[in-house]
């Protein structure tokens, strides 16, 4: 089955500085990369997702790369905020409507 | 819409005890999930349904567990006999399905103390 793999598992930056968040999966058969944030006492929350024909899309300060061939992807946040502290983790799944396997997630805090 | 509801917030309970958590997803979604989180496993899928029918049960961790969905708006895990090691985070997340964008709706969660 797939495993997906994340690094770091805590990560602190200024607040302004970039945050990348690295991830990495085993099924080739994965085709969807969804990305989710936690905030504390809540369920995780869809912030970006990415499918195999794309290798890179952005939302604002929230960018996604994926190279299929290396079965790597990361998240890019850039001028980090405070608001941004959170966990964040990175799934695969084989299609948008499969079952979706998370990693272990990074806790990310943003220092003002 | 109010989203994925789940029931109970939080649960204490004895060892060996019955547990019943509650799931009710969003209006017209045909996907259901339940994952279990926890610190030294993360977030972990136990089961998921397509149109009330059970699609893959494998994270299932043992005959203790079980999970039912009876109808389109409610589903539940049952675990029977409770123990310690079940104490974690139980998920419900909800998802249109096949015609989607394929984001998981999640509840707040339901937290498990198994004594």
């Known amino acids: 089955g797939e495993n997906v793999e994340q690094h770091p598992s805590t990560l602190s930056v200024q607040e302004g500085d970039s945050a990348v968040i690295k991830c990495t999966y085993s099924?080739?058969?994965?085709?969807?990369f969804p990305w989710y944030k936690q905030e504390l006492g809540k369920g995780p929350q869809l912030i970006i997702d990415?499918?195999?024909?794309?290798g890179e899309k952005k939302d604002q300060r929230i960018a996604v790369t994926l190279n299929k061939t290396a079965k790597h992807f990361s998240l890019h946040i850039t001028e980090t905020q405070p608001e941004d502290s959170a966990v964040y983790f990175c799934a695969a799944a084989e299609t948008s409507y499969d079952k979706v396997i998370f990693g272990p997630g990074t806790s990310l805090s943003v220092i003002p | 819409d109010a989203g994925v509801i789940q029931s109970p917030r939080h649960e204490v309970t004895e060892m060996g005890q019955e547990v019943t958590l509650r799931c009710k997803p969003i209006s017209g979604h045909n996907s259901l999930f339940w994952y279990r989180q926890t610190m030294m496993r993360g977030l972990e899928l136990l089961i998921y349904?397509?149109?009330?029918?059970?699609?893959?049960d494998s994270g299932m961790p043992e005959d203790r567990f079980s999970a039912k969905m009876p109808n389109a708006s409610f589903s539940t895990l049952k675990i029977q006999p409770s123990e310690p090691r079940d104490s974690a985070v139980y998920f419900c997340?909800?998802?249109?399905?096949?015609?989607?964008?394929?984001?998981?709706?999640f509840g707040e969660g339901s937290r498990l103390t198994v004594l």
């Open positions: 099924d080739s058969a994965s085709n969807y």
């Open positions: 349904f397509n149109n009330n029918v059970p699609i893959d």
């Open positions: 997340a909800s998802s249109p399905g096949q015609s989607n964008t394929g984001e998981l709706f």
């Open positions: 990415i499918r195999s024909n794309v």
